[in-house]
Every structure is written in structure tokens, then in C-alpha cells.
């Protein structure tokens, strides 16, 4: 998996639209549903607010967790188990679902 961080578009519970950094291989993965920032979305995601997140237990039972970044995504949703993400190790390991922590807005 490619390394390194890009600017991704996060939808809001509301339906706003803001950009932040993303892990590559987070966007490389479309049950996360992140995509490229359109021109106009030239906001960056404020440092309080929390985005959604998934949690999941990888093989070795350690707890992990993911950004999603929209509720329309297959993790979100639950049409989508399992995400897999490169560890320090530089191995692909796979997370499976347990739970859903709604984004959390400062204001």
C-alpha cells in the first residue's frame, strides 16, 4: 500500500463538507468512502471536532480503530466488516467491525 497522508473530503452528520489529512491507504479503501477534495471545499476539518470512526479487534485481539468519512460508507453502514490497514510491521492486517463512535462537534 502506497504511504504518506493526502487531503480528503469528510461530510458532516450535517451534510457540510470539509477536508483533512488522510493515510493514503485510507483513502485507497472505498468502504471508508473518502474521495479527493473538490476546488470548492477549501475548509479544513476544525482540530476539536471529532470525526466518525469505526472500531474493530485485529488478529491479534489489539483494538483498532478508523475515520469514515461519510455515513453513506460500507463501514458505516455495516455492508462492510472488515478494513485492512499496514502495520508498523509493514504487514496488511485486517480489523473487524465491533462498533460505530458517532463525530462529535465541539459547538
Known amino acids: 500500500m502506497p504511504r504518506g497522508r493526502v487531503r480528503a473530503t469528510y461530510t458532516t452528520d450535517a ?46 485481539g489489539h483494538t483498532r480503530y478508523t475515520r469514515v468519512a461519510t455515513v453513506t460508507a460500507p463501514l458505516w453502514t455495516g455492508t462492510a466488516t472488515t478494513w485492512s490497514y499496514e502495520g508498523s510491521d509493514r504487514l496488511l492486517h485486517t480489523a473487524t467491525v465491533v462498533g460505530r463512535q458517532e463525530e462529535r462537534d465541539p459547538s
Open 15 to 60: 451534510g457540510l463538507f470539509f477536508w483533512l489529512w488522510v493515510d493514503r491507504d485510507s483513502v485507497a479503501d472505498t468502504n471508508r468512502g473518502w474521495s479527493a477534495p473538490a476546488p470548492e471545499v477549501q475548509t479544513a476539518l476544525a482540530r476539536a471536532f471529532l470525526p466518525r470512526r469505526v472500531i474493530g479487534i485485529d488478529e491479534l
